[in-house]
């Protein structure tokens, strides 16, 4: 007890003959170690914000060191938190208030130039009309690139195109927009930190003279600088500094920039305002500062946008009045909108990897009279009644009434009086609050009702509305009156259901035996209507829809509302398709079934927000799935419904077609050393008579036959197109019968060559740059892994290059070379390359289970047949090979095996070759892939020599005599 009282003495002592600034010096350190503590291991940066912000406000002139790290570290942490503005504010008073803290105002220093956003609307003058944002630039692309992730759209710039380097040409607007849209700028694009346009005035002679400004905030990208430099610099030259920053002068315009940000705009009073501002960095007068209405948009929520639009409508109305525009153009227009009295029209887009929002709003002032609102204004609905629904809805529109002495409910009124007789329309609508309608779906299996609605929408379930009123009597008396009517207007009386169901039942259709019901029942807030099913009341709740989580964030000042599962209209869809012989096709229902199970959660909502002076619009898409699950099928099903209508539109050429086979087929490519034409009729005439030329018009009689082929042709000539008619002489009479005109072109040429040498990435390169492929999967390169250079590796389970070919040319004769590494084949086949389509004359590249490779080819006479033609040798595994088809004359094929001859042979019935979409590795986008290792795919578009595909076996190069 004594030594516990002696310390606590000595600890007095030391207390009271401690200096004060000592003892705050050593509090601020351990405040400092906490702050630290919360910050890089618990990671609480609320905690060291508070932390960090306590210290700055006890320290003193003695304690600069420490205010300066707390700052600096208070600075960090906005920056971890998103919160970019103040985490610039902060470093900028760091740097102002202690520039004798050199080490720690440099770091700071570095940090705000790389996070330094400036507001743009701060530059934008006080009276600027109009304005639009794009966000984060960088942040929009990089939710874009993580949204399409393992998808063909995976780099927005390649999507668009543009594929010229501007460091090796001469720089033009083309190149400039090239290169700005070459797939290697979007590392670039990520950098950019804001770009923002106003408009100032339009109340000029001619729209060269409006009053706009520009402002781009570039980031850290010096080639999106050096880019926008070079296109200012070819109209304008070099102009005098503004307050230290560069400028360009041209025709109308003035640039001012820096490493930070470009000015431009058409007056250069307001380049030298904005430049002002800018390198001032103190509060002055701006769109930001002096308009109300745009000071509701802060810069946060302007950020976060895709594209931020905002206008002052009544400022524009009154520019336009001077323009004299008011009273003669806009004067019908101004009768419903009393655009003078709206105060101003914000719109936006938003969004997120799952989510994207499309929102318009506009703003009226005190005792407007628009007329277009009045007309179309509602109350806001209540929501409870709109959780009242079927598990099972797919679709939701939600409407409150307006009261029933409103010009839209006496008319409606009117109309149900003449209808029923009975003088109740205006009780009745009187009597009404909201009205619910919904549609519920049924999957494939379940069983339907027999009407001419499941006829025409086999997985439709019901459509219901619900009609929420005040006394449920009145309601219902309305609504049995209708009905009644209608019944009876089909002899036949209203019926009761079971006790269960306390419902009515009314026919209101009958086709063809198929009748159509609907059905009501009464509720204590209003009644329930149905077609096609009743409902039993006591299943209507929200408790499992789809909607219920989004309904309950719904603002209160919603009026109308429609939302829609995604997922539950593609199963309508699919319904459809499975009752359809055309689409009902085991593939398409498989990508529906995919589709369907991705977008099953996937909503779209459409909803007003209506008060006295605002209305507001917004459209919001939610519970994206990833867009590598839904483009893929969609994809799949694109061609598939391309396949169909190709197959279905066959047009009077195609039908006469089928009774004469001629070859070359008309508009072939072809070899130009052909030396024969071969046709096959369902009759047979005595003679022939062929004309040949270069031109349609000018064909002339190269010879007769009596037999289905010609083989005196003259010769031909490399890249050249030629015509040639077919007339028939029947010994039974006189007559000749004149054919039609086809024509083909010679061309010897690669069509395409995936060397698969690349190291990385999404993108197969086709060294003619034609046909660029797109890799699904997993992507291993293997760069020293080829045969010649590098490989592609495919896995065996998803793996498959997807490539968009020329669907419309068809071929003569083609050549097919690869090398394939395989590791193991299933007990089916695995498909090496596969003409996306059914039509005749798609290609197959198959490699069967026993090793033996095979070329099959859709058949022309009969599109169910197909023509496969298997090797004789089988390749080995684990091992490279090196195969070659050859197709020529529409029906003859060769197949080598590591540079020599395995087997010839005939088609059934001669066919030109066609690719339409192709896909490397798999039969489609979960069947039957290749497991194993692929090199140096190329097509030619004639049939290659032994000589030649000995070249490509022995170095990788046509040796032959056709280059």
Known sequence: MKQNGRCILITLILTIITPQPFLQAQSLQVSMQEGLYSEEIEGDLTKAISIYKEIISKSNETQKATTAQAMYRLGLCYSKQGQEQLAQQTFAKLINSFPEQIEIVNNAQLLYDSSYIFDPAELMPPNTIAYVELGRPGDQIETLVKMFKDTPFENPLAVLGGAQDPSTQQ?????????LFNPSMLTEFKKVRGIAFGVIDIVNESPDDDNVLLIIQPGKSDILKGLILTGLGMTGQPGPTMQEMETIVGPGVYTAYDNSIFIIGKEKRHIEQAVSKYKSNLPSKSLLTENQSFIKLPRKKRAENLITLWADIDKIHGMLDKMGLTSTDFAMADLFLDSQNIDDLTAFINFKSDEITIATAVHFKDNHDCLLYKLIHTQNLNQEYINEIPSNAFLLGSVALNEANTQQMSQLNQKVNDFTGLDIGREFFSNINQLTLFVTHTSTNDEKPKSVLNKLLPTLDSIGLKIYSNNSDKTYQVADTILRKIDQSFSLNSDSLTEDTPQNKYLISDDKGEPLYAYIAKMDNGIILTLNKPFDIRQLNMSSNVFEEKIKTLPRSTSKLVALNIGGALNISKGVMNASEEMNDPNIILQMDTLVKSLDKTNIYTYTSETKNQFSLRIKLTNMPPMKEIIPPLMALDKMMKDINTTNDITEEEEYNDEIYFYPANNSIVRHDIDRLYWDVDDSPSMYSIYFGQSPDDLKLVGQTPQSYF??????????????????????????????????TTNTEKLVHWSLDESHGSLSTDNRHQHNGFLYG???????????GGALFFDGKNDYIDINMNQEANYASMTYSLWVKPLSIPNTETAILHGDGWHHGVVHLILNKDGSVAHSIRNAEMLDNIDDIDSTSSIEMNQWSHIVFVYHNYQELEIYINGKLDKQTKYTKPTPAL??????????????????????????????????????????NIKGDIQ
Do not use: C
């Open 778 to 788: 997993t992507k291993t390169w293997t760069p020293q892994g080829g045969k010649f």
């Open 915 to 956: 690719f339409g979409d192709l896909r490397i590795g798999g039969h489609d986008i979960t069947q039957r892939p290749f497991h194993g290792y692929m090199d140096e795919i190329q097509i030619f578009n004639y049939p290659l020599n032994a000589q030649e595909i000995h070249g490509l076996f022995t170095t990788n």
């Open 171 to 179: 720089m033009n607007p083309g190149n400039i927009i090239n290169a």
């Open 711 to 744: 083989d005196q042709l003259p010769k031909l000539e490399k890249n050249t197109s030629y015509y040639w008619r077919l007339d028939e002489h029947f010994a039974s009479d006189e007559n000749v019968f004149q054919g039609d005109i086809w024509h083909f």
